[in-house]
C-alpha cells in the first residue's frame, strides 16, 4: 500500500469508530492522494447515481441537452414516446460528439457527416454507407445508460447493472415528498468549475458551521449557524436542516400541506456521492457534483421556485443571494487546496454535531465505501 492510501485509510478508520462529538477532519491525503482519487473514481463514481439536471430542461417531448458524466459524454432525451433517457452521445461512424447544445426535434443529427439517430439512439441515416456490405442501420444504436426521474430530478447510473435509485432514497422522499419538488419551476441554471477537492466541496455544502461567519451579510440572514440540526445519517444520504428566522419575510410558505415547522425549516441533503440539495418550502436549489482530478471539480447547479407569487425582482434577488453565496465559499475552497499541500496541514477538531456532523458523516460514508477496497488493495 502506498504510504498516501496507508494515511487515509488509517484516518477512515478513525473516522469509523468516532462519535459525532470528538470527530478530527481529514488528512491532507484524502482529498489530495491520487490513488485514493482512483479508487473514488472506481468505486463510487462508475457505480453509483448521477444527478444530470431537471426534466424542465426537457419538459417537452423531442428535447435533448448534453452533459458530460465523468469520461461519459452523454445526451439525455425525451422521447416520443415520453421517457427519458440517458443515451451516449458519441457517434457510431467516427466518434466525434452528436449533440453539442440544448435542442428539439426528431432526430439527434451528428454534424460531421449527418449520421441522424432518433430520441431512442437508434440510427436512422448514414448517408451514402446504408448499403454497405457488413453493415445495417438498423443493428446501429447509440448505448444507453440507466436513467430515473425523482422529485423532478434526472438522475444516470454509468453501471448498467446499477439497482433502481428511488428505493436507496424512500427514506429521502418520505422526509421531503411534501415540499413537491417535482411541482417547483426551474429558474437558474449555470455551470462552474472550481480548484478544490470534490470532498471539499460537498463538506462545505454541507455543513452550518460556517454559515454566520463566512455568509454574515448574505446567507446567514436567512439560515444563520445557531439554528442548524444534525440529520441522522443514512445509508445513501446525509445532511442537516436549519431553520429560518420567524419575522424573516418570504414570498411563499410553500405547498399548504406542509406544517409551520416545515415551512421554516431548510433541509440540507447530500445524495451520495455529489446530488446536494437545498430544500426550502419557497424556493430550493441544488447541485450536481463532479470530480474533475483530485483539484478540480466541476458541477452544474439550479434553482427551484415553489408557485406563481414570484415577482421577476424577488426571482433576481435569490438568483443573486446564491452567486454570493457561491463566490464567498469559493473564495476559502480554492485556497484550502493551496493548504492541503502545506507539510503543516494537520487534522482539526470539527464542531459539535449540528453544526459539522456532516463532515463525519461524509468521512464515514468513504470508509464505509472505500475502506474495504483500500483494504483488498493491501
Ligand atoms: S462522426 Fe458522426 S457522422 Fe461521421
Ligand atoms: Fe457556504
Not at 21 to 43: C, I, N, Q, R, V
Amino acid at each position: 500500500m502506498t504510504e498516501g492510501l496507508a494515511r487515509v485509510r488509517a484516518a477512515l478508520t478513525s473516522a469509523e469508530q468516532s462519535s459525532h462529538d470528538a470527530g478530527w477532519t481529514m488528512p491532507s491525503a484524502f482529498y489530495t492522494d491520487p490513488d485514493f482519487h482512483a479508487l473514488e473514481l472506481e468505486h463510487l463514481f462508475a457505480r453509483e447515481w448521477h444527478c444530470v439536471g431537471r426534466v424542465e430542461e426537457i419538459a417537452q417531448s423531442g428535447q435533448w441537452f448534453p452533459y458530460r458524466l465523468l469520461n461519459e459524454p452523454l445526451v439525455i432525451t425525451h422521447g416520443t414516446d415520453g421517457t427519458i433517457r440517458a443515451l451516449s452521445n458519441v457517434c457510431r461512424h467516427r466518434g466525434t460528439l452528436i449533440a453539442t447544445e440544448k435542442g428539439k426535434g426528431r432526430r439527434l443529427l451528428c454534424p460531421y457527416h449527418h449520421w441522424a439517430y432518433d430520441l431512442t439512439g437508434q440510427l436512422k441515416a448514414a448517408p451514402k454507407i446504408e448499403e454497405r456490405p457488413g453493415f445495417a442501420v438498423k443493428d446501429c444504436k447509440l448505448p444507453s445508460f440507466p436513467c430515473e426521474v425523482w422529485m423532478g430530478f434526472i438522475y444516470v447510473n454509468l453501471d448498467q447493472d446499477a439497482k433502481l435509485f428511488a428505493p436507496q432514497v424512500a427514506d429521502l422522499e418520505a422526509m421531503i415528498g411534501p415540499y413537491h419538488m417535482e411541482d417547483m419551476w426551474l429558474g437558474y441554471t449555470g455551470e462552474a468549475v472550481w480548484e478544490t477537492n470534490w470532498k471539499s466541496m460537498i463538506e462545505n455544502y454541507m455543513e452550518g458551521y460556517h454559515l454566520s461567519p463566512l455568509h454574515k451579510t448574505g446567507l446567514a440572514n436567512l439560515n444563520p449557524t445557531d439554528m442548524c440540526e444534525h440529520l441522522e445519517p443514512q445509508e445513501n444520504w446525509f445532511g442537516y436542516s436549519v431553520g429560518f428566522p420567524e419575522d424573516l419575510p418570504r414570498v411563499t410558505a410553500g405547498d399548504p400541506g406542509l406544517t409551520k415547522h416545515q415551512s421554516n425549516t431548510c433541509i440540507m441533503a447530500m445524495i451520495h456521492p455529489g446530488n446536494g440539495i437545498g430544500l426550502a418550502a419557497d424556493y430550493s436549489s441544488y447541485l450536481c457534483i463532479q470530480p474533475e482530478g483530485t483539484n478540480k471539480v466541476r458541477y452544474k447547479a439550479g434553482i427551484l421556485f415553489w408557485g406563481d407569487a414570484w415577482p421577476q425582482s424577488a426571482v433576481d434577488r435569490a438568483v443573486e443571494l446564491f452567486h454570493q453565496t457561491m463566490e464567498e465559499d469559493r473564495s476559502v475552497l480554492e485556497p484550502m487546496m493551496i493548504g492541503y499541500q502545506s507539510a503543516h496541514h494537520a487534522p482539526g477538531p470539527i464542531a459539535p454535531a449540528p453544526l459539522e456532523g456532516t463532515i463525519l458523516d461524509l468521512a464515514k460514508y468513504a470508509a464505509r465505501r472505500l475502506g474495504p477496497v483500500i483494504d483488498a488493495e493491501a
